[in-house]
């Protein structure tokens, strides 16, 4: 939802070419919202899903940590005011550099999924705290995160017995159960897998600590979303069925969640057309696309409610798509997009729930369009 000062400040400002514009406010409370919804679990607000200065800074201030994803965004963590040990490297594909790097920058905890990585970590972070990522199969999510991620629990059993061994500390288990996740059940056979790779290590006589239950939180699109207080009852139930009285320290690592809402873009209309006389579907193409924020829309998984000032004429579907003279460029098209039939070339709208993986999306000047604008009020 276009809150009313992002309303307010595109009146003001009125700022030329598409861009996009996030209240801190609804950061702000989202970030309130999970805190209520699990207040056993850290959060480690997940950078990659918009690293903006002004958004890293609120959450350090109100007392996030964070999950990055190279050194880069490690460095922007800590510029924002978090401490090295509010820090956690999820990314299971790192350079070794890059882990003596974050090392160096005091950060001690990161993601592993294989026994390479973890002697990569053993020679480069000696002393680590590693966590390894097991595999989930995404049902349920609009953004699977799929097989890249992740090795199955009893291959993470031996990842952990290594890091062991190698004078890590085996910390715990992490999973990522698809971004967009619509399913609150979704958590259940993570923590499941999680369970056993915890008992099997307990008679080895290596104790584990921590679940991190990854992202998966969802933004409202076009259809309403459960609330955050429904993930964290489900999740609730499903510790307490797989680790009894023993529950394991938590964190959650939200992306989406945490900003998706908070962000919306103004873009506009550069033609309407037809490809023939008796053409069904309008094709309407706006200054901003798949090469300039909107690559969530790659096989039309991502859905984002559109506004226009015209809503409340008859509309009819549209093939949408971007500026750019490349035919991937379009948004959608197999399912079209209801928009009015009077909307015209100069019209602005609003596209919202794109405070999420957008910018950071963007090329850098593809057919030369500047990257994606965004302001952060
Ligand atoms: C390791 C890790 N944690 C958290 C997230 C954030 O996920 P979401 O945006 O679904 O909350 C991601 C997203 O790719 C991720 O890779």
Request: charged share 25%.
């Amino acid at each position: 939802m276009a809150t009313q000062r992002i309303l307010d400040f595109l009146a003001d400002r009125r700022p030329d070419g598409p861009c996009l514009v996030v209240d801190l406010d609804v950061v702000e409370s989202n970030f309130n919202a999970f805190r209520r919804a699990l207040p056993d679990s850290a959060i480690y607000y997940a950078v990659k899903a918009n690293p903006a200065p002004e958004i890293l800074s609120l959450l350090a201030r109100l007392g996030s940590n964070f999950d990055c994803a190279s050194v880069a965004e490690v460095e922007m963590a800590l510029a924002a005011g978090a401490t090295p040990a509010r820090i956690s490297y999820g990314n299971t594909i790192k350079k070794e550099r890059d882990i003596a790097r974050a090392s160096q920058l005091g950060v001690s905890l990161f993601a592993v999924d294989c026994v390479e990585e973890v002697e990569k970590i053993a020679r480069s972070a000696p002393g680590a705290r590693v966590f390894c990522r097991v595999l989930t199969d995404g049902a349920g999510a609009e953004w699977p995160l799929s097989r890249k991620f992740g090795c199955v629990p009893e291959m993470a059993i031996d990842v952990l017995e290594t890091a062991h061994a190698l004078g890590l500390k085996a910390t715990g288990i992490s999973f990522h159960v698809g971004s967009q996740q619509t399913n609150t059940e979704a958590w259940d056979q993570a923590l499941a897998d999680a369970g056993r790779v915890f008992r099997a290590l307990s008679e080895k006589g290596i104790v584990l600590t921590l679940v991190n239950l990854g992202g998966g939180f969802p933004t409202r699109y076009l259809k309403d979303v459960p609330t955050a207080e429904a993930y964290g009852r489900s999740i609730f139930d499903a510790l307490r069925r797989h680790f009894g009285n023993c529950i394991p320290e938590t964190i959650i690592e939200p992306g989406r969640g945490m900003v998706g809402d908070a962000g919306v873009i103004k873009a506009e209309v550069v033609l309407v057309s037809k490809k023939s006389v008796s053409d069904e579907n309008r094709w309407v193409y706006l200054d901003i696309g798949k090469f300039g924020g909107l690559a969530e829309t790659m096989d039309e998984a991502i859905r984002y409610p559109i506004v226009t000032g015209r809503d409340h004429e008859e509309k009819q579907p549209c093939v949408l798509a971007g500026p750019t003279c490349d035919s991937a460029d379009v948004m959608y098209e197999k399912t079209p997009y209801p928009l009015p039939i009077s909307l015209t070339v100069g019209d602005e709208i609003l596209i919202e729930g794109t405070g999420a993986y957008t910018t950071t999306y963007a090329s850098v000047a593809f057919n030369g369009f500047e990257p994606l604008r965004s302001y952060v009020i």
